[in-house]
């Protein structure tokens, strides 16, 4: 599994928004569309009002390598760039185990009890 985390920054919380707004439509094209796709989701952060919050979840490498190559990439990149964005901090992490947060007591906890 691939997790893609980050943010990225836009002049003003008008232009965020417009962002988000004309991107909606490709978010959900590219969750249901694209194989491999289990998260796709930018979304305005609530602290920041120029700051979107960028999470994705694929499959595997295969599948987010075809992301990189398919239109909604190439549009939602054309969007983002239509307002401004102005640079940002996005990483990919490949996971190799994942646990559930909660125990039955339900407690939350950070190590990886049910693996």
């Not at 094209?29 to 694209?34: D, K, L, N, S, Y």
């Not at 998260?39 to 990189?68: C, K, M, N, Q």
């Not at 549009?75 to 947060?101: F, N, P, T």
Request: proline residues 3%; contains cysteine; glycine residues 6%.
């Amino acid at each position: 599994m691939i997790l893609i985390c980050g943010h990225a920054e836009f002049p003003s919380t008008a232009d965020r928004d417009l962002a988000l707004s004309e991107g909606a439509e490709l978010q959900r094209a590219t969750r249901e569309e694209e194989s491999g796709c289990l998260e796709y989701a930018f979304a305005a952060d609530p602290v920041d009002g120029t700051r979107v919050v960028i999470l994705e979840i694929w499959e595997d490498a295969p599948s987010l390598d075809a992301h990189f190559m398919h239109s909604n990439y190439f549009e939602m990149q054309k969007v983002m760039a239509s307002h401004g964005v102005k640079g940002g901090d996005i990483w990919k992490y490949r996971c190799d185990l994942k646990g559930k947060i909660y125990d039955d007591t339900p407690r939350a906890r950070a190590d990886f009890f049910d693996s």
